[in-house]
């Protein structure tokens, strides 16, 4: 199959370019092998090349050897090559010398030494709706943290296109797979995840039952503050099994080290009320259709549950966002207040502009969602937070246009970078 581009690549390039090495991180399958081949002129597979236990402990620097840039792929299978590209790095004093890919950060304990200044990093997710040309990218997400508004376009997307896209996901093996073939793969790789890749990435045993069970909670409580505490309770209520919170923590450390799990941070701003800002982020699981695949739910039964539906439709929302707003050099936050005033997601770039969006399935919940922003919008103190540049409700079945409150109503299916 023929490389489809990905909008990380122009990050890609640009990072690569700045230093003697860049970083990709990612979840397995995401991509990131494939994007890093388009720019590598050498390859070194370190979790399969037989050579690689034979030099590590004798000559690991030969393991560098090769035309530059010299990708090292799952290089955290032997974290010491860390710090000999480090070295190599400093030695040659040339950009774009080494790519590692990874799908796993390495343990604490490995004795690895800041890469600061000589490494780049990026971020790199399962595709999005633009990429895999489920969305036209009309309305740019650049253009609404500068205050753009929306022109109408006939977007609309139908309720069973969108459940199926939930299913599917975003990795691009799936692309050309139907949707029972995508629902099998995903629980595949939720149950090697559990059986294998949880116990591999740091050699300590875990328990695959245990692990299922941690997932299908994340994935019941998707896109919500759930705490360690209420995860707990969840799982011996739903599914009858004790854990312990200490294991419940343990094991989510690990899934954040996979990237399977992606925290949404709480946003921070100066209010004009004596409202606190709630500090828990929101738990989302890299795609949503890991979501989906660890609870077993099918077509016919999301369908039969738009409420929940909903909560999925959003964390697929803010997986858009986040590969929208990292092209856009942002960050995607969640606002929450002591008088449980919510929006969805806040997406702010570095340089402090930001917009704020809500997310919902359908048209129903229109109104009250803009509602909901201008309330918002009224509660910032502008005099130490800029205002937001604009206010925008992402929704699935609905067309794109702008209100006259002027709150923007976007169809995801028109959404891009």
């Given at each position: 199959?023929?490389?489809?581009?990905?909008i990380?690549?122009?990050?890609?390039q640009?990072k690569?370019?700045?230093t003697?090495?860049?970083?990709?991180?990612?979840?397995?399958a995401?991509g990131?092998?494939?994007?890093?081949r388009?720019?590598?002129?050498?390859?070194?597979?370190?979790d399969?090349?037989?050579?690689?236990?034979?030099?590590?402990d004798?000559?690991p620097?030969?393991?560098?050897?090769?035309?530059?840039?010299?990708l090292l792929?799952?290089?955290?299978e032997?974290?010491?090559?860390w710090?000999?590209?480090?070295?190599?790095?400093?030695k040659?004093?040339?950009?774009a010398?080494?790519?590692?890919t990874?799908?796993?950060?390495?343990?604490?304990?490995?004795?690895?030494?800041?890469?600061?200044?000589r490494?780049t990093?990026?971020d790199?997710?399962?595709?999005?709706w633009?990429?895999?040309?489920?969305?036209?990218g009309?309305?740019?997400?650049?253009a609404?943290?500068?205050g753009?508004?929306?022109?109408?376009?006939?977007?609309?997307?139908?309720?069973?296109?969108?459940?199926?896209?939930?299913?599917c996901?975003?990795?691009?093996?799936l692309?050309?797979?139907s949707?029972?073939?995508?629902?099998?793969?995903n629980?595949?790789?939720?149950?090697?995840?559990?059986?294998?890749?949880?116990?591999?990435?740091s050699?300590?045993?875990?328990d695959?039952?245990?692990?299922?069970?941690?997932?299908?909670?994340?994935?019941?409580?998707?896109?919500?503050?759930?705490?360690?505490t209420?995860?707990?309770?969840d799982?011996?209520?739903?599914?009858?099994?004790?854990i312990?919170r200490?294991t419940?923590?343990?094991y989510?450390?690990?899934?954040?080290?996979?990237?399977i799990?992606?925290?949404?941070?709480?946003w921070?701003?100066?209010?004009?009320?004596?409202?606190?800002?709630?500090k828990?982020?929101?738990r989302?699981l890299?795609?949503?259709?890991?979501a989906?695949?660890?609870?077993?739910?099918?077509k016919k039964?999301?369908?039969?549950?738009?409420?929940f539906?909903?909560?999925?439709?959003?964390?697929?929302?803010?997986?858009?966002?986040?590969v929208?707003?990292?092209?856009?050099?942002a960050?995607?936050?969640?606002?929450?207040?002591?008088?449980?005033?919510?929006?969805?997601?806040i997406v702010q770039?570095?340089?402090?502009?930001y917009?704020?969006?809500?997310?919902k399935?359908?048209i129903?919940?229109?109104?009250?969602?803009a509602?909901?922003l201008?309330?918002f919008?009224s509660?910032?103190?502008?005099?130490?937070?800029q205002?937001p540049?604009?206010l925008?409700?992402?929704t699935g079945?609905g067309?794109?246009f702008?209100r006259n409150?002027g709150v923007?109503?976007?169809s995801?299916?028109?959404?891009?970078?």
């Amino acid at each position: 199959m023929a490389y489809i581009q990905r909008i990380t690549d122009i990050e890609l390039q640009r990072k690569l370019q700045a230093t003697g090495a860049l970083l990709i991180r990612g979840a397995k399958a995401c991509g990131k092998t494939e994007s890093a081949r388009q720019f590598a002129a050498s390859v070194l597979s370190v979790d399969t090349d037989p050579q690689v236990p034979l030099f590590i402990d004798t000559a690991p620097e030969r393991l560098l050897l090769g035309n530059a840039p010299r990708l090292l792929d799952e290089w955290q299978e032997q974290p010491v090559l860390w710090n000999f590209v480090r070295h190599e790095v400093d030695k040659r004093a040339l950009p774009a010398q080494f790519i590692l890919t990874g799908s796993a950060n390495p343990v604490e304990s490995a004795k690895m030494h800041s890469g600061a200044g000589r490494f780049t990093m990026l971020d790199m997710r399962t595709m999005s709706w633009q990429e895999m040309d489920f969305s036209s990218g009309k309305i740019s997400l650049n253009a609404l943290l500068n205050g753009g508004r929306v022109d109408v376009f006939d977007e609309a997307t139908d309720l069973e296109f969108i459940v199926e896209r939930i299913i599917c996901g975003g990795f691009p093996v799936l692309l050309k797979k139907s949707v029972a073939q995508a629902s099998d793969i995903n629980r595949a790789y939720i149950n090697l995840l559990a059986e294998v890749d949880m116990s591999r990435v740091s050699d300590i045993k875990r328990d695959p039952v245990k692990v299922r069970n941690l997932l299908r909670s994340l994935a019941r409580n998707t896109a919500t503050t759930i705490e360690a505490t209420s995860i707990e309770a969840d799982i011996f209520e739903k599914d009858n099994v004790q854990i312990s919170r200490p294991t419940i923590y343990d094991y989510l450390d690990t899934l954040e080290r996979l990237m399977i799990v992606e925290n949404q941070p709480a946003w921070n701003a100066h209010l004009r009320s004596s409202a606190l800002l709630r500090k828990a982020p929101k738990r989302h699981l890299t795609d949503v259709a890991l979501a989906v695949a660890a609870l077993g739910a099918t077509k016919k039964s999301l369908l039969a549950d738009l409420k929940f539906t909903g909560f999925l439709f959003e964390s697929l929302a803010v997986h858009e966002l986040r590969v929208y707003a990292q092209a856009n050099d942002a960050s995607v936050y969640h606002y929450r207040d002591s008088n449980n005033l919510e929006v969805d997601a806040i997406v702010q770039q570095y340089s402090g502009e930001y917009a704020a969006f809500e997310i919902k399935l359908g048209i129903g919940q229109i109104d009250a969602a803009a509602a909901n922003l201008l309330k918002f919008a009224s509660t910032i103190d502008t005099s130490k937070t800029q205002p937001p540049k604009s206010l925008n409700i992402i929704t699935g079945t609905g067309v794109s246009f702008t209100r006259n409150d002027g709150v923007n109503v976007i169809s995801l299916a028109s959404l891009g970078v």
